[in-house]
Nanobody, 124 residues
């Protein structure tokens, strides 16, 4: 099992940027894929971005492609989500997640461990 703690959320205006961080401990971080999901009020949790264990493969939801960048630092057991050109529809609780294996996945069922989330609010 891996413990995940997100940070970096907050209240920003449309067009601003935020960088989310996820600190991992427990399982060997460099062996598993990581992802970011988000959940807006009244909506299901949705995939945002994924990265494989060595960081060479990434994937994004169409809604964030070109604006968000996922990355990881295996030496520091950290995962990041750089969010640029934020929109009000990006408002949600953002969760980092650790996959069962080395690849990223785009569904909830691909991920074994979850953080508790960090709130991102984007005002118009």
């Amino acid at each position: 099992q891996v413990q995940l703690v997100e940070s970096g959320g907050g209240l920003v205006q449309a067009g601003d940027s935020l960088r989310l961080s996820c600190a991992a401990s427990g399982r060997t971080f460099s062996r598993y894929g990581m992802g970011w999901f988000r959940q807006a009020p009244g909506k299901e949790r949705e995939f945002v971005a994924g990265i494989n264990s060595n960081g060479f493969s990434t994937h994004y939801a169409d809604s964030v492609k070109g604006r968000f960048t996922i990355s990881r630092d295996n030496a520091k057991n950290m995962e990041y989500l750089q969010m640029n050109s934020l929109k009000p529809e990006d408002t949600a609780v953002y969760y980092c997640a650790a996959a069962y294996g080395g690849n990223w996945g785009s569904t909830l069922y691909d991920y074994r461990d979850w953080g508790q989330g960090t709130q991102v609010t984007v005002s118009p």
